[in-house]
């Protein structure tokens, strides 16, 4: 497990040292975070349980990508991606067998799908992602203790998510930029005039 969680983490270091653009987003943060999120798996594994710290520091970088100039009514969605992802997770706890059904890999691919859609920024989604992760998992956790559930979350899963959710993020921002290239190379070469052959 914590050989995939390591493989997860250094291509999204990789993707974003070497592939992401230092003008359209906090680069150094980010790979501020990756760094930070590695070195606290790594004293997880060698026993020192940083597991309420770790939520913290990803809280406090999710609030960084996140805080943008926007509309009060579009910080409310945090708030209700956070409750539909605890709810999601409360859900999987009560019907464990959920589990063994591919669907539940995929509600990655369609959450960072729906925060791609609502058009914001790289930033923001990748804010978004990790607020909604962190806090989910706290939210889950005091639910399922006020309840006296037996709900513990996989500290190395959850990064795994984490990271699988970045890379999805990258890929769909990626695959539109290179459309988006693409079109204006095409109407480059429709203005372009003719050049008459001899």
């Not at 592939?19 to 790594?42: E, R």
């Not at 464990?96 to 960072?112: E, I």
């Not at 609502?118 to 203790?145: A, P, R």
Request: aromatic share 20%; net charge positive; charged share 10%.
């Amino acid at each position: 497990m914590a050989s995939t969680y390591y493989w997860y983490a250094w291509v999204v270091f990789v993707i974003i040292a070497f592939f992401l653009n230092a003008k359209s987003s906090n680069k150094n943060a980010l790979l501020l975070f990756v760094l930070i999120q590695m070195i606290m798996i790594t004293n997880y594994i060698e026993g020192q349980r940083p597991f309420w710290i770790s939520f913290f520091i990803q809280s406090l970088f999710g609030v960084y990508l996140w805080a943008e100039s926007r509309s009060i009514f579009q910080h409310l969605w945090p708030i209700l991606f956070t409750c539909c992802w605890s709810i999601y997770q409360l859900f999987l706890l009560s019907n464990p067998v959920w589990y063994l059904f591919p669907g539940v890999q995929l509600s990655t691919l369609l959450l960072v799908g729906i925060i791609y859609y609502l058009g914001f920024s790289l930033n923001s989604q990748l804010g978004l992602w990790i607020l909604m992760n962190s806090f989910g998992v706290i939210t889950s956790y005091t639910v399922s203790h006020v309840l006296y559930l037996d709900f513990m979350p996989d500290f190395i899963e959850f990064h795994i998510t984490l990271f699988k959710g970045m890379m999805a993020i990258f890929t769909i921002n990626g695959i539109a930029y290179v459309k988006k290239v693409s079109r204006r190379v095409k109407r480059k070469k429709k203005g372009m005039p003719k050049v008459s052959s001899l």
